[in-house]
């Protein structure tokens, strides 16, 4: 009977799924900080009548009009003999940005440890924005009367900050409406410095000193504390706002869910393997900006701390103005471990608007080159030189495109970063040249662990240039390597030696520029630490804790890779993956998902987990195409390349322990399908390559949620299973077995089937029939694609190929589109070698303007496929004229016609009648 | 290289000749000519008529192609290189003018003749390159082949001396066949009526049941050494995990199992330390002493209560034995719940590589082990009820034995008359087989009148070289009708390997037996063979595909095989191993006997085979 017992148990182990190790992850009630606040607020909510500690002393205010902003100090009240003293600055920024620091007065306080800055970590904004930000020239102080004072800015004075002084509250309106409100439920808390000893008449009764000065989580026991409680948390109220979004990174949905009966939102960049979807536990990544949506108005809150934290979101129903309808508020308590507490307040009347605004902030993506926009077959891991050289003749012999091989850890001695395994790679030169005779590139990775006892690990002990312990040694951990000293990038002593690294004419890769990297691991992961993760009281240079820092370090680990690679490539973009990534990470690289899964359920995440990157400017996003870890089925490999070819950064990868699944060993028909998905993207690249470029330029997304393109209707708000790439509205077919999808159209606009021209139209479900070979792709009418038709070996043997532009008529029988054009690698497009196209259609003409940009492009324009049910009456000739005029024929289709081989010149205006 | 600007249209009449469509073999020049109307139509769509400048206009027209012979526009066209100085060839479309030499295909670069790229022609270096790389192969070819020869002919001289052996062996039995049908019904003509046939049946009674007894007591310690054997297993890959595991990756899970293993070597600590003594004895030494004990038992004519005695001995040891493998399984379920927890908690992303062996060996050990349930009470009781039946029985027997004058003295198998007997049944066999005796010396024939004892030891031994003869040539037979390929090519490999090191794994591929992977500790069988096939490749080439089915099951999968392909080598070498499919693994193979013979050589087969057996003559 016991065995009987014990064997059914077995069953059960062994067929159990691998499942995240939630143990080792804090709950917010595991955490001091997250349930000190959390407590906080549930005993300041409890009492109706509590008001806020928080109060600004009017005395202290000091307009400065020359530099748009006000400062002056809040006091919190702790006792009538305790008051402490925060100074703080408010600032009107450009693009109609209000910015809010409040900083603790520390220069009274005595530390004993000398290793330590004494002040709140206040540099998270060095790092996340794009340079100092510029001050707002649009705005008027309305000086203190009635204990508040206001600020109305706009270039309309559409906007107003009205700031009270006791309690402490902002409330910012636009259009004379209230739309935000800080503090508006007193949850602002700033845990003021105190010893362990004063503890007692430094708390309030409000408040708990939960694991304030001790933290009795299994792995985090041994955390210092040196500064006890220093959280600040506040609270930010959207009012009329349904729906939030952003603040990445977490494998849950695109509108963000109500948290109070669940774990917050955690930010915190941490390596959490097989992690769960609908979740809110951390995951690599963090960029804390949130967007917030509603008809006719979009907000963001850009929330810059760099510690750990944790957001609660609550969404409450109100009854307005005794009309029958209702509104939704969305309530949002912000909470992070210390650091000061710096808040950007961000309104347009678009979401697109917002996400700009925050890009203008924080910067915009880089330009990519080209090839990164292709294909990337990567797998832990290609085994030799022989292999990388098979995977690429393989694509060749299947007729597949393909960019990018990549090489995972194991291509190094020992998991040394910098060296190579002799044996399995004798010559990398060799490798990479034989790749760039078909245009391939190589991404190889180098993670910030350094193995303990080798030339580069010795060396960044000895320059000073490792993290430390709390003692101010070098820290040493596990991790790939064994035993491990972790790179300090924040130190910009430690630039020079990544240069000296990656330096050309080394064994690392030659004089090769093929030869990109991927930054992983960078959260940073440390297998022997709390959390995965260096344990908090590490010394960052500086003299911080990297409690404060921790969510910037990935950003100045793969920045730190970027600068050296643009002085290895001189005049070529660098292409970088990271893993862990923070506001302004889009500057220097894309990130993906992390280790997902090879099940269906990872596939559909992956599109809200793009999206959300894409709300918050961190558009060079892609998950692993086949799932990371496991054995995807054939026809899931299949749907995840069909969904695949949409992320903006494309990229297949396995585990060491899953099965070899590259697009030719699944057979037919499955190869043949991911062939032709494959080829939809190489196609497409003339626009991907565009969208990035505007991006690139204004901060907009290069994947459109629905209702960043319909913010009217509330029915494409919470839609994440579809998106607009482009003027394309796609579906990709996540479920198992399905044979069809029924495809939302947010609006009455007219959309074509991709390949038979088909119309469909009206706001609504449209039924797609959907077998394994079809992926639901519709063009939206009103816009041109442009495409590369002719499918080659890589992105970069399509250099002279002609283009093919899909004009998909609206119902006016109008379109518009953009086209960019450079060499696609270099950054001569700085200097004006490029053409930015503008082509526009109506009344049976099309038009080209060159719109900026003076590159010499000899690419021909191949087809114009004109799209639309008005097609039909078209002749069989056109009229062409660029300086002289000449005609050139038409051929007619189904909804469609063909202007055959125009023979324009790309960088002259040009227009063609039809 | 640019294009020969093809303006010979149909009007005029004078350039025509000297015109070449590039792109175009020469001997297809012909099919690029316009119509008088300067038409011309898609080669496999005549129905689609394109004004001839539309040839190579870079635009496509033709659903085939083939009005794109130059240039990229069509997704399926083809572009011919002439590679003057080498050999001509044809190159994808997509490969034309995408500014990318292709030498490979195209040693003249035309195939870059739209683009700024400059491609000199290279045919002379690739060609010589190439004539050395045909000048090896052919060398590999002449070697492999010689090789092959040698194989094919060893192949013959087996199969040769296969069938000799069937003649020889169908001889002697056909002889011992008919010898022992004589001694048979002789020895039925003297049994009738001899003995109380109740005697009889209880003696053919006590003997079957003592064969039952016998077989399941084996059976019994078998499963109990397969039981020590498992839980030696499980042991030896916790000992391998708490010697070899990164403490310092904090994977609870594996720290957890390091802690209750060793909590449960504490707990067992007595048991594990008397197995570890040099005065314990292993199940298999117990078995043999229970065997020993139970062969000494005369059933005839031993006394019932020593047989019983002995009995009781036996039945003791089986009892102790039975709580002994109960606490082994008690152990081995303690270790497996310990692994068991491990396989699911443990965190694949640290990899520890030592982890990660604990988990594969342990996975590899789950599925396809057996587990040797036996229950202790039931045993027992069958045992006791066994003995005591055939107790039973020998009462019977020696009752009426005690009755009997028959003599002792056939009771003993070690006498000189039974010496005598079997010498002569000796030289009855080689007289008939022409062996001469090589004694020094030759006891006169002894002649005895053949006593019914006589006979049964004569009918038992002729029955034993019967059997043997019988089952000698069932398997030569099998031998012979198996598919060894063609020629016969793996007949003389059956102990040949192929070793080899791909990946982290050793690869050890026996042609004709199994296949097993090594590494991480682990032995794992893939397959064992199945069958050969031979897939032609062209006139000169093929590919033997071996198939070895019948591996060791996989985790969460089936159980594992292998396909091998053999392509001709000069040597035996591993090229590759893959796993396109869980658990069906790819080889690739060279050796010679993946050559494949000249077509001339092929028709001879028969000569070849004719020589050999002269050869041996």
New interface residues.
């Given amino acids: 009977m016991r065995l009987f017992q014990f064997f059914l148990l077995l069953t059960i182990y062994l067929h159990g799924a691998f499942a995240v190790k939630e143990y080792l992850f804090k709950k917010c009630a595991q955490s001091g900080f997250c349930n000190r606040n959390r407590h906080f607020a549930s005993q300041v909510a409890e009492n109706v009548d509590y008001q806020s500690r928080y109060s600004i002393d009017e005395s202290t205010l000091n307009y400065i009009e020359s530099d748009a902003s006000i400062v002056g100090d809040i006091f919190k009240t702790v006792s009538d003999s305790t008051k402490i003293r925060f100074p703080f600055i408010i600032n009107i920024l450009e693009n109609n940005n209000i910015r809010l620091r409040i900083d603790e007065d520390r220069s009274q306080i005595k530390l004993e440890n000398k290793l330590l800055k004494k002040e709140r970590y206040n540099e998270a904004s060095k790092y996340a924005f794009n340079g100092e930000p510029k001050s707002s020239t649009n705005y008027k102080f309305n000086q203190i009367s009635n204990g508040k004072f206001s600020i109305v800015y706009g270039d309309k004075n559409q906007y107003e900050a009205i700031i009270y002084t006791t309690p402490f509250k902002i409330v910012v309106n636009y259009n004379g409406e209230e739309q935000l409100v800080l503090n508006d439920r007193s949850f602002l808390n700033i845990e003021h410095f105190r010893t362990e000893d004063e503890n007692d008449v430094n708390l309030t009764p409000e408040e708990s000193s939960f694991n304030s000065f001790h933290d009795d989580f299994k792995d985090s026991k041994d955390d210092s504390l040196i500064f006890g409680p220093e959280s600040v948390a506040l609270d930010v109220s959207f009012n009329g706002f349904k729906h939030v979004y952003g603040i990445p990174e977490h494998a849950d949905t695109l509108s963000l869910k109500d948290t109070s009966e669940s774990e917050p939102y955690r930010l915190y960049n941490v390596d959490i393997f097989e992690y769960e979807t609908d979740s809110r536990l951390p995951m690599y990544g963090v960029i804390p900006f949130m967007v917030a949506h509603k008809v006719g108005l979009s907000a963001g809150i850009f929330w810059v701390n760099a510690a750990d934290t944790y957001v609660d979101i609550k969404k409450t129903e109100n009854q307005v103005d005794n009309v029958l309808s209702s509104k939704t508020d969305t309530k949002t308590h912000w909470i992070s471990e210390n650091g000061i507490l710096d808040i950007v307040i961000l309104i347009g009347e678009t979401p697109t608007d917002v996400t700009k605004s925050y890009a203008s902030l924080t910067g915009n993506v880089q330009l990519p080159q080209l090839f990164s926009l292709g294909y990337h077959q990567c797998r832990w891991n290609y085994n030799d030189e022989e292999d990388v050289l098979q995977i690429t003749e393989n694509f060749d012999k299947y007729d597949i495109p393909y960019d990018v091989i990549w090489l995972d850890v194991e291509y190094t001695d020992s998991k040394k970063y910098f060296t190579w395994k002799k044996e399995l790679f004798p010559d990398p030169e060799r490798m990479l040249n034989k790749l760039d005779e078909t245009g391939r590139t190589l991404v190889a990775i180098i993670d910030p662990h350094l193995k303990t006892d080798y030339e580069v690990s010795d060396e960044v002990i000895k320059q000073d240039i490792a993290l430390k312990n709390n003692k101010g040694e070098p820290f040493k951990g596990h991790c790939w390597p064994g035993e491990s000293v972790w790179f300090d990038s924040f130190n910009p002593k430690s630039q020079k030696y990544w240069d000296h690294l990656f330096r050309n004419g080394t064994g690392l890769a030659g004089d090769a520029t093929n030869f990109h990297i991927w930054n992983d691991m960078n959260e940073p992961s440390v297998f022997s630490g709390p959390e995965t993760s260096s344990p908090k009281d590490l010394i960052t240079y500086g003299d911080w804790e990297i409690r404060s820092d921790h969510n910037v370090y990935g950003l100045t680990f793969h920045e730190a890779t970027y600068e050296s690679l643009t002085k290895r490539f001189v005049n070529k973009r660098p292409f970088i993956l990271t893993r862990a990534y923070y506001s302004g990470s889009q500057r220097t690289a894309s990130m993906w998902t992390g280790d997902n899964m090879s099940k269906w359920e990872y596939l559909k995440i992956s599109l809200p987990m793009i999206l959300t990157s894409n709300v918050v400017n961190m558009p060079f996003a892609g998950a692993d195409v086949g799932g990371f870890f496991g054995n995807p089925s054939k026809e899931l490999l299949t749907r995840w390349y069909q969904a695949g070819i949409w992320y903006p950064f494309f990229r297949a990868h396995a585990h060491i322990d899953s099965r070899r699944r590259e697009p030719w060993v699944p057979g037919e028909p499955y190869t043949s399908h991911i062939r032709d998905a494959l080829k939809i993207r190489y196609a497409l690249l003339p626009l991907i390559y565009t969208k990035f470029y505007e991006s690139s330029i204004t901060g907009s997304p290069v994947v459109d949620p629905l209702f960043y393109i319909t913010p009217e209707n509330i029915k494409s708000f919470e839609i994440e299973d579809e998106f607009y790439f482009g003027g394309l509205l796609v579906k990709p077919v996540t479920d198992e077995g399905a044979e069809s999808v029924e495809i939302y159209i947010p609006d009455d606009e007219i959309h074509y089937d991709y390949e038979t021209y088909q119309t469909y139209q009206g706001e609504g479900d449209h039924h797609i029939e959907a077998p394994l070979g079809k992926i639901p792709i519709l063009i939206r009418g009103g816009t041109i694609t442009p495409r590369k038709d002719r499918v080659r070996r890589s992105s970069k043997l399509m250099k002279y190929d002609p283009y093919t532009l899909v004009v998909a008529l609206d119902s006016k029988g109008d379109a518009k589109g953009t086209l960019y054009i450079d060499d696609g690698e270099t950054f001569d497009y700085e200097n004006g070698d490029y053409l930015y196209i503008n082509f526009e259609v109506s009344n049976n003409e099309i038009k080209s303007n060159v719109n900026s940009g003076s590159l010499n492009a000899s690419n021909k324009v191949e087809k114009i496929i004109i799209i639309g049910s008005s097609t039909g009456g078209i002749g069989n000739e056109a009229t062409v004229s660029q300086g002289s005029e000449w005609t050139t024929s038409i051929i007619s289709g189904e909804n469609h016609a063909v202007i055959k081989s125009p023979g324009v010149k790309l960088n002259e205006n040009w227009s063609i009648k039809f | 290289m640019k294009l020969i600007n093809n303006i010979a249209l149909a009007t005029s009449l004078v350039s025509v000749v000297s015109a070449k469509v590039i792109g175009v073999a020469p001997n297809q020049q012909d099919l690029y000519k316009p119509d008088a109307d300067g038409k011309w139509r898609c080669l496999g769509h005549p129905e689609i008529v394109l004004d001839f400048n539309q040839v190579n206009?870079?635009?496509c027209d033709c659903p085939d192609g083939s009005d794109e012979p130059g240039t990229?526009?069509c997704?399926n066209g083809k572009f011919y290189c002439e590679n003057k100085g080498h050999v001509p060839s044809y190159i994808?479309a997509?490969?034309v003018?995408?500014?990318?030499c292709d030498y490979s295909q195209c040693c003249d670069g035309s195939d870059e003749w739209?683009?700024p790229v400059d491609c000199p022609s290279k045919c002379d270096e690739i060609n010589k390159e190439y004539q050395k790389q045909l000048n090896l192969q052919e060398q590999t070819y002449k070697i492999g082949v010689e090789k092959l020869r040698k194989t094919i002919n060893a192949a013959n001289r087996i199969k040769d001396k296969l069938e000799k052996d069937i003649v020889s062996r169908g001889a002697i039995f056909d002889f011992l066949s008919r010898e022992l049908n004589k001694k048979r019904q002789d020895l039925e003509i003297l049994q009738a009526g001899e003995l109380d046939p109740a005697v009889v049946k209880a003696k053919q009674d006590i003997k079957t049941s003592f064969e039952n007894i016998k077989t399941e007591l084996d059976q019994k310690f078998n499963s109990f050494t397969s039981s020590t054997y498992n839980l030696n297993n499980l042991s030896k890959i916790l000992d391998a995990l708490v010697q070899t595991f990164?403490e310092?990756?904090?994977d609870?899970a594996v720290k957890d199992t390091v802690d209750n293993y060793l909590a449960h070597l504490e707990k067992y600590k007595e048991q594990y330390e008397s197995e570890k003594s040099s005065t314990y004895q292993t199940f298999d030494t117990i078995k043999q002493s229970i065997t020993d004990k139970l062969n000494s038992i005369d059933l005839d004519h031993g006394d019932t209560s020593a047989i019983k005695s002995k009995f009781d001995e036996i039945s003791t040891t089986l009892s102790e034995n039975l709580i002994k493998h109960d606490f082994i399984?008690e152990r081995a379920?303690d270790l497996?719940?310990l692994l068991?927890?491990l396989?699911?908690?443990y965190?694949?992303?640290?990899?520890d590589p030592n982890v990660?062996e604990a988990v594969n060996s342990f996975q590899d050990f789950?599925v396809n082990k057996e587990?040797f349930?036996v229950p202790t009470e039931e045993t027992i009781s069958w045992f006791k009820e066994q003995t005591s039946k055939i107790n039973e029985l020998a009462k019977n027997v020696v009752s009426s034995n005690s009755g009997s004058v028959k003599p002792k003295l056939i009771s003993s198998t070690n006498g000189p008359f039974w010496e005598k007997l079997k010498y002569r049944y000796r030289l009855l066999v080689n007289e008939f087989l022409g062996i001469e005796s090589k004694e020094q010396y030759r006891i006169q024939p002894y002649q005895p009148k053949e006593s019914k004892s006589d006979l049964e030891v004569q009918v038992e031994e002729l029955n034993k070289d019967f059997n043997e003869q019988n089952n000698a040539i069932k398997s030569i037979n099998e031998e012979l009708s198996k598919n060894y390929g063609p020629h016969d090519i793996l007949r003389p490999l059956k102990d040949i390997a192929i070793k080899g090191h791909i990946?982290e794994y050793d690869y050890d591929l026996f042609f004709t037996g199994n296949v097993h992977q090594k590494g991480h500790n682990n032995n794992i069988k893939i397959g064992s063979f199945e069958s050969i096939e031979v897939k032609d490749i062209s006139p000169k080439e093929h590919q033997l595909v071996l198939k070895y089915t019948n591996g060791a099951r996989c985790w969460?999968g089936p159980l594992r095989q292998a396909v091998v392909n053999i392509d001709c080598g000069a040597e035996n070498e591993l090229i590759a191993v893959?796993?396109?499919?869980?658990c069906e693994y790819h080889f690739r193979v060279k050796s010679p006997i993946g050559c494949k013979l000249p077509e001339s050589e092929e028709k001879s087969e028969q000569e070849i085979k004719n020589e050999v057996v002269h050869d041996e003559l």
């Fill in positions: 206009d870079d635009y990229s526009a997704p994808k997509s490969q003018n995408d500014g990318r739209d683009t990164n310092n990756l904090k609870a399984n379920i497996e719940n068991s927890h396989i699911n908690n965190n694949p992303n640290f990899n990660k789950s587990s349930k990946g969460n893959t796993e396109p499919e869980k």
